[in-house]
């Protein structure tokens, strides 16, 4: 099953965005869905992360400006970007680990996913 992001695109310092992701058979089984991100040049890094029974995890980067949520109806993964600033440039990953209530804390990088999606890009202009 594949994760698909769509949401990103070019804005300004200070706006908000929000990124969706297309989770068929995630949001509302034993899964932990997340969101990492790639920034140019750089590490991947984890951003947000929901587990099945709804507990959010942020990085401190995303606390107090981004929030993560599901809704299990439409099987969809939400981040709400808000103040967004230069250094939240990046290629954002939705993302999926069979772990039931476990997510870790902080949300953890690339590779403790077991699935991702392609990738929706955010660049954020000061």
């Known amino acids: 099953v594949q994760l698909k992001e769509a949401g990103g695109g070019a804005a300004q310092s200070g706006v908000s965005l929000r990124l969706s992701c297309a989770a068929p058979?995630?949001?509302?089984?034993?899964?932990?869905m997340g969101w990492f991100r790639q920034p140019p040049g750089k590490e991947y890094e984890g951003v947000a992360a929901?587990?099945?029974?709804?507990?959010?995890r942020y990085a401190d980067s995303a606390k107090g400006r981004l929030t993560i949520s599901k809704d299990n109806a439409k099987n969809t993964l939400y981040l709400q970007m808000n103040s967004l600033k230069p250094e939240d440039t990046a290629m954002y990953y939705c993302?999926?680990?069979?772990?039931?209530?476990?997510?870790?804390?902080?949300?953890?990088?690339?590779?403790?996913?077991?699935?991702w999606g392609q990738g929706t890009q955010v660049t954020v202009s000061s």
């Open positions: 058979g995630y949001t509302s089984s034993n899964y932990c």
């Open positions: 993302a999926a680990r069979r772990s039931g209530t476990y997510c870790t804390n902080p949300p953890a990088p690339k590779y403790w996913w077991h699935y």
């Open positions: 929901i587990s099945s029974d709804g507990t959010t």
